[in-house]
């Protein structure tokens, strides 16, 4: 069976094995419509109200030597939705609008000048500041790293900098785990043909006895042609390709999105 996301659109396919399975990430906080009456734009929200919700999931499928595809359906996801109390809900206050909403989706608003993504980003920063242990956290930090990556080189220094410490980025080699020596190492890159990133990390992981790994939601390939380069610089790389950040686990280290990370421990 061969399982693509939207193949019909050109995108790669991605094969899946009798009895195995492949996890793809989708966030829902929105779903876009157009009020035909005022002809503008609307973002309700997927979920208003707190009580009981379900969720299906529908893919396209192609399987081997059909010229169509076929729609598969997920089992019903029973969901209870509950209202935010306290400092939470103060959190949820200043982002249910729909700019920040549409924000938090995409880290893009479409049609609006560069200045008001700015301000809606910032306004970020200062929630992240003020509620540091917030549930919504992850989500927000999730959206800041893919607006700061496509705006690095519009923000100030000072900007850059206090973005890169709130969301704990690293854009520099030297900053990546300085301490640990093995990083120093170079790996063989030698991937001439598209390359699932387990695979790589297998590779680099194998080459410098340092384990690596990754979240399964991290979806992509590598293809580079033969060269050497330092682990720690190729580390950088991928996170940086990913939006994700390297954590310590156990001897090694594994790539996972912000959000997908624990919250903050209380002190």
Known sequence: MRLPCLSDRGRPVQVIEPGGSRKFR????????????????????????????TVTVRCPLIFEGADHSEWFQSEPIRLRIKAPAGDEAAVWQAIRDDETLAFLENHWLPGRPAMRRKEVAWKLVRLLKDHPLSRYGPALRYALRGYYHNNMTRLTPAEAQEMRDLLG???????????????????????????????????????????????????GTVQLRR?????????????????????????????????????????
Do not use: C
């Open 26 to 53: 989708l966030r829902v906080l929105a779903y876009f419509a157009v009020d035909p009456v005022r002809n503008r734009q609307l973002v309700p929200l997927a979920f208003e109200q707190p009580g009981e919700a």
């Open 169 to 219: 980025v690293v854009d520099s080699v030297d900053a990546l785990f300085p301490g640990d020596r093995r990083l120093d190492a170079e790996v063989l890159i030698d991937f001439p043909k598209p390359t699932p990133l387990r695979d790589v990390l297998r590779s680099y992981s194998k080459q410098v006895r340092v384990p690596l790994a990754a979240s399964d939601t991290i979806e």
């Open 227 to 267: 060269h050497a380069n330092p682990l720690r610089l190729e580390m950088l790389r991928l996170s940086q390709a990913h939006r994700a950040s390297w954590r310590r686990r156990g001897d090694g280290y594994y790539l996972a999105p912000d959000d997908e990370l624990p919250p903050p421990r209380k002190p």
